[in-house]
């Protein structure tokens, strides 16, 4: 099992890539700690990985809120002694809006939570995984802050920051034995697709046209991604680091 003994704390993990990186991780060996903003979805991931005989922990947290951050990583390290992988999946999604018609409470709630939330989850991690002798940062980053797609300016904006965070955390924390390495998924199929579309549910129609968009041919699986960050937090990825990973079927290219 490539994490055997580790342990692992997942924003976002209620759902979606969260949810399908979480059950992985734990049946490669991880104890994970089920972090999201919906205590119950929280605790539905973490039944899940008990239920297959994995340990899990439950945890409510914004991760816009500095003291949530903070009491996750300390509820994690109290459950297990030690915390080797952080991944600072949480983030909320955009519709296509022209600037000018952007409003600021939406623009700010993106900002706080793709990008405060990456920032204050560092905060709080990096002195326990510094003070262990190491340990693994993965950030959820997108496409859209390498390819743009129109009208999702400030999550593309916001995932930007996360790729300039994630390069120059792995600079600053390199000589401490911290890997920070950043992943960029292509639209993939999860609750929050039909937001970046900006309806309430995604109909065929719209399907195919952001799949027209894909060379491969088809929306990314929460596993994908879930199957990228284990190779990431794993030492087969040992010298992979202030690297940005993109699952995105050839849209990049």
């Known amino acids: 099992m ?9 924003t976002g993990a209620g759902s979606g890539i969260g949810w399908a990186t979480a059950l992985l991780f734990a049946r490669e060996g991880a104890r994970v700690a089920c972090a999201d903003i919906n205590e119950g ?35 994690t390290v109290a459950a297990w002694g030690r915390l080797d992988i ?6 909320v999604p955009q519709a296509p809006t ?33 003070k262990q ?20 300016n400030a999550y593309g904006a916001s995932k930007g920051a996360v ?6 955390l792995a600079l600053e924390l390199a000589s401490s034995k911290i890997r920070v390495v950043a992943i960029a998924p292509v639209a993939t199929d999860t609750p929050m697709l039909p937001a ?27 596993e994908d991604i879930a199957r990228a960050a284990l190779f990431a937090a794993s030492d087969d990825a040992q010298m992979f680091t202030g690297t940005c990973l993109e699952v995105d079927g050839g849209r990049c290219i």
């Not at 490539?2 to 997942?10: Q, R, S």
């Not at 027209?212 to 699986?221: D, E, K, M, Q, W």
């Open 86 to 91: 952080l991944f600072n999946n949480a983030g």
């Open 41 to 75: 979805a929280a605790k539905e991931t973490a039944q899940q990985i008990e239920k297959a005989g994995g340990q899990a922990l439950a945890l409510r947290a914004d991760v816009s809120q500095a003291a949530d951050c903070q009491a996750m990583v300390e509820r």
């Open 133 to 152: 002798g190491g340990g693994v940062i993965l950030n959820t980053a997108s496409t859209a802050a390498i390819r743009p797609r129109p009208g999702l």
């Open 2 to 10: 490539k994490l055997n003994g580790k342990v692992a704390l997942i």
């Open 196 to 222: 970046f579309m900006g309806k309430t549910a995604v109909d065929q129609q719209g399907r195919e046209a952001m799949v027209r968009t894909i060379p491969l041919g088809r929306l990314n699986t929460p």
């Open 163 to 168: 790729i300039a965070w994630t390069r120059a």
């Open 98 to 130: 022209p600037v000018e018609n952007l409003d600021e409470a939406t623009f700010d709630r993106i900002m706080a939570v793709n990008v405060r939330g990456i920032y204050l989850g560092c905060k709080y991690a990096v002195p326990v995984m510094k």
